[in-house]
Structures are given as structure tokens and as C-alpha cells.
């Protein structure tokens, strides 16, 4: 039965039903209240529809029963950062302004990611995140803050992007959507090697 309520709860934060998300996890807990990837997503469920208390409540939880979970870790200190911020929106507070994503001709690309990991793992993503990347043969894959593998950039533009890279040119990479089966990120070149002074990033 667990397993089957962690599918639908992983689902609705997918779909970005909060409502439900928080009514799925609250029945995980009740039958195990140290499950920790149910205390996660319904802290990030009251976040989402700005109760913040409760956040914050859920994941100090998650903190006594593993002191070091990642998750919790950067979702508390988000929350201790945006309290402190006077007069502003928490909820607003937790993303990356929308400057992120301003979008400039032959520096920034929008991309949806092939070869994804599992929705498990997807759906403990934001929309702003930073992401990085890890350069391979063929492909240029993407990471998340704990190293963990996400997708992969399509292989035409995988090519350009690691001859860019191997070269000298830098860039930044953040969570643009996120979806069950779908991931996009916005990349933004940072920097360009004089190799590539009068080349675009992107068509």
C-alpha cells in the first residue's frame, strides 16, 4: 500500500497538486512518521501553497531523524533566509528571481533534457535550481546540487556545447520546468574563450 501511495504522492508534486500532495504524504505518515521522503515533499507541499510555519515545522522533523538530509538541509536554511528578508513574500523567496531566465540571442537556450532519471528524483526539483554539467563522450549530462544524474542534453547540441566547453567557454545551468516525463533547463553562457570571441553559444 506504501508503495503505491508514494507513486500517487510523487505524482501529485509532480502535477503540482498540492492539496492532494499533502492529504498523499499525510497517509504515508500515518503509517510510518519517520518516512523521509514523505516528511520532504509535504514540506515542500506547504511551501508551495505558503504555509511556512508548517514547512518549516516538517522539515526540522526530517532533521531530527537524519541530521545531515541534504533536502531538508537547503529547504530550512531557504526558509531562514527569506524570514529575514522584511515585507517580502516567503514563497517568492525560495526561486531564483525571474532575471534567471532572461534570455539573450546566441547566450541562453532553453532545453528539455533526454534520458531522464526516475520521476522520484525529478520531483524533488524546483524551478530555479541550479544545475551543473558533467561533459562525456557523446553527451553532456546533468547534475543537481548532491551530484545526483538527471537527463541529458540532446546529442546534436551535446556536441557543440563540449566543443565549447573543452575550449574555454563557461556556463550556468538552472531548472526551468519540471514535469513527470519532462525536465527543461535554461543554460546561459557565462564566459567565452578568445577561441570562440565571434562564435554564438547557441543559433
Do not use: C
Amino acid at each position: 500500500m506504501t508503495a503505491e501511495l508514494e507513486d500517487q504522492a510523487i505524482k501529485a508534486a509532480l502535477n503540482q497538486n498540492w492539496p492532494k500532495a499533502i492529504e498523499i504524504n499525510k497517509k504515508i505518515l500515518k503509517e510510518n512518521p519517520k518516512n523521509i521522503a514523505a516528511l520532504n515533499r509535504l514540506g515542500r507541499a506547504f511551501w508551495e501553497i505558503g504555509q511556512i510555519e508548517k514547512a518549516n515545522k516538517t522539515y526540522k522533523k526530517v532533521i531530527k531523524i537524519d541530521s545531515f538530509n541534504p533536502i531538508a538541509n537547503k529547504n530550512l536554511k531557504r526558509l531562514t533566509q527569506a524570514k529575514k528578508r522584511v515585507g517580502k513574500n516567503l514563497k517568492n523567496d525560495f526561486t531564483h528571481s525571474g532575471k534567471v531566465f532572461l534570455e539573450e540571442p546566441g547566450k541562453t537556450k532553453l532545453v528539455r533534457l533526454t534520458r531522464l532519471n526516475s520521476p522520484d528524483v525529478l520531483s524533488e526539483l524546483d524551478s530555479g535550481d541550479p544545475v551543473f554539467f558533467l561533459v562525456k563522450k557523446r553527451f553532456v549530462s546533468i547534475l543537481d546540487t548532491n551530484k545526483n544524474y538527471l537527463g541529458s542534453i540532446p546529442e546534436d547540441l551535446s556536441q557543440r556545447l563540449i566543443k565549447f566547453i573543452k575550449g574555454g567557454n563557461q556556463y550556468q545551468g538552472f531548472v526551468r520546468s519540471v514535469e513527470r516525463q519532462k525536465l527543461e533547463i535554461f543554460i546561459r553562457e557565462v564566459s567565452r574563450s578568445k577561441k570562440f570571441t565571434d562564435i554564438p553559444s547557441f543559433s
